[in-house]
Structure formats: C-alpha cells, structure tokens
C-alpha cells in the first residue's frame, strides 16, 4: 500500500485554474497507476482523470477533457492534476487513488489507497 496525501484545493472563479498534487510514501510509486476521482454532494464518486505507471497511457472523463490534464512525476512520487477552464459543475471533493494495475482508467473498487480528498469550490 501507499499513503497519499493531496493537496491544492481550493475556491477559485469559474474560468480560473488549479493545480492539485498527490504525494505518494512507501511502497514504490512508480508501480501504481493513478487516478483523480471527484464526488458532488448527492452524486456519486466518479473518475475523472487517470494515468498508469509509466505515464503514457490516459484517460479523460468526457466532462473534462481539454481542460483537465494529468501528469506524474515519479522520481518524486507525486501525480498532478491541472484544471483550467474551471466551471461550477467541477464543484466537488477531489480524491486521489492507487490502483496497483498498470492502466490509464482505473476503477474505484481496483484502488486499495486513497487520499483524505481535497475540495474545490468554483463560484459562477
């Protein structure tokens, strides 16, 4: 397992950016893919951005696609997510996941570690 830790939430105005990062301890990053999940009050939690190990494969829920991007940096053990362009409906508590198989679209119920989420409000 992996401890992760995210952090770079926020409120910002629909239209601005933010950056979140996730930073990974103990067992080697680099073997985990890695996904952004995002829950809405009364909505279900879903993916929204997701990387596997190496970095090269992706994956962009529709809703976000062009605006979000998600990168990893493994010598330092730490996944991005960049958000640009940001609108109401991004409102959400942001969370950061482990899935210990090599994919870019993770499921949830794959990913053993999980971060505490961070929010991100976006004001219209």
């Known amino acids: 397992q992996v401890q992760l830790v995210e952090s770079g939430g926020g409120l910002v105005q629909a239209g601005g950016s933010l950056r979140l990062s996730c930073a990974a301890s103990g067992r080697a990053f680099s073997t985990y893919a890695m996904g952004w999940f995002r829950q809405a009050p009364g909505k279900e939690r879903e993916l929204v951005v997701g990387v596997n190990w190496s970095g090269r494969s992706t994956y962009y829920a529709d809703s976000v696609k062009g605006r979000f991007t998600i990168s990893r940096d493994n010598a330092k053990n730490t996944v991005y997510l960049q958000m640009n362009s940001l609108e109401p409906e991004d409102t959400a508590v942001y969370y950061c996941?482990?899935?210990?198989?090599?994919?870019?679209?993770?499921?949830?119920?794959?990913?053993?570690?999980w971060g505490q989420g961070t929010q991100i409000t976006v004001s219209s």
């Open positions: 996941a482990a899935n210990q198989y090599d994919r870019g679209k993770s499921d949830d119920n794959e990913c053993g570690s």
